[in-house]
């Protein structure tokens, strides 16, 4: 009987073992399903890395902030119309596009990343140029003058016309394309003004366009054209006392025909270029009217300088060859 209940005894102990055994792999068992199915549900969304390569073959990491992904292009660099991300996100999430996929490098572009759990983040790529705005002066700013040309020193200037533009800004506030510019580098910019009619004498700011970055300077006076050249039709041999007539013509004539009035002539005579001075007798509109002074020498002349009543110089008159004769 002792041993019937020993046995008993055993067997119940056994059974006991299997039956806390089975508890403790069920619950094992829960736990590692438990365990899986939190790590399906992850949440995590976060960009965490987002670089670029420049066109030096630089690599730019973006700044994540908030939902927007902001790359800094360096100065002085064309900014690409796309780019090839490189792209490291929260641990198990996925990016769409997908790290490596060449996108538009503009804010039209916009990153979906979706967690385990489903759950999905946007961000919107923002390019931003660290380019500072030009700071700039003019190259003898008192020779300013329409159809003329000027330099223009400074730094910061993008070595590229599409990129960099200028301006002539009116006193109404108007502004007029300098469309004529040869950019050398970053600190020189040759310009031409236009002598077409679209601008004026006066005064006139210059504005450049660099990018999204505008500067200013001025006002400066921006004086009228060149004198036209001089011409006539008179020919062979005219004494003393009679008169000679000269037209002026052409684009910015018409800021001359003033200039003239009262104005200075010497004229040079011979071939010693023997010199006598008189003064414009008329000028009516364009033409010009010199009366050969009594004390004129004899000979071809050679040429002529016209001044105004200042004595500042108008133009000069050289004919080629020499086909006027001042005689007796």
Known sequence: MGRFVHVNNIKMKKEKFYLLAFFAMTALLGMLASCKKDYLKTPFNQIEEFSVTDSLGNKLKASITGDSIIIYWPPFQSVPAQVTPQITVSSGAQISPASGTRVTFAPTTIYTVTAQDGSKKIYKLIPLENQPAPIFDIDNSTGLYIGGDFNLHGQYFIPDTNRTKLYLTNSSNKDIPLRSIIIYNA?????????????????????????????????????????????????????????????????????????????????????????????????????????????????????????????NYLQSWFPNPPNITITQ
Request: one cysteine or more.
């Open 187 to 311: 600190n020189s910019i040759h310009v031409n003004l236009p002598g077409d009619g679209s601008i004026d004498t006066g005064y006139y700011k210059i504005k450049i366009l660099s990018d999204k970055n505008i500067s200013v300077n001025g006002p400066w006076h921006i004086a009228p054209p060149n004198c036209p050249p001089l011409t006539t039709t008179n020919s062979g041999n005219f004494k003393r006392g009679q008169t000679l007539t000269f037209n002026i013509s052409g684009y910015g004539a018409n800021y001359y025909y003033t200039s003239f009035v009262g104005g200075q002539v010497t004229l040079y005579v011979g071939d010693n270029f023997d010199i006598v001075n008189t003064v414009v007798n008329n000028q009516n509109n364009g033409t010009i009217t010199v009366i050969i002074p009594q004390n004129a020498p004899l000979g071809l002349i050679e040429g002529m300088d016209f001044n105004d009543k200042n004595g």
